[in-house]
Each structure stands twice: as C-alpha cells, then as structure tokens.
C-alpha cells in the first residue's frame, strides 16, 4: 500500500488498500478516482513503478482560488516565521 504505479498509457495512481478476504487492490488516480480490482484482473495490468507525484493536488477536488483567506500576507508564507510571531500574540 501506498506504492505509485503508472500505467502504459501514462495514467499515475496509488495502491491504497488491499483487501485479502475479497481478494481486491483498492487505486486512488491522480485525479481522486477510486477504483476497485480484483486479484487476477491486477496481476494482468501492464503498469510501471512511478514515483510519487511532487503536485499532490491532483486528487484534491479544490481550486487555490476556493481556499479561505487567511491573515497572514499572500507571499510571506512560512520563510520569514519569526516575523510572524508578533502578528499572533
């Protein structure tokens, strides 16, 4: 589990359970799509080992833009935490 694959036609997920007693391999797409297999149609899938993907927001069904505002300046972020500090107490 939690191993990534891709696909000979380039499509990338990740093992997300397997489930012995129903003999089943659970995938999570890159896009948020789960699918369900059993065994032996798993084992006759040509696929590669893949790394994960750096962007791991393909499977997150949120836009930046729907994320809420927060108080902290767009663009200082995490680098400056020390500036921060003053904001908060």
Known sequence: MGR?????NGNLFEVVA???ERS???LQHFDGTIEGLEFDVWQGIDL???QA???????VDI?????????????TGWQ???GLIDRFD
């Open 80 to 82: 400056n935490v020390l």
């Open 63 to 75: 836009d930046w833009q729907d994320l809420p505002e927060t108080e902290i300046p767009p663009g």
């Open 24 to 26: 089943t391999v659970e």
């Open 48 to 50: 590669e080992p893949a």
């Open 53 to 59: 993907p750096e962007d791991w927001s393909g499977s």
């Open 4 to 8: 990534w694959y891709r696909r000979l």
């Open 18 to 20: 397997v489930d012995e």
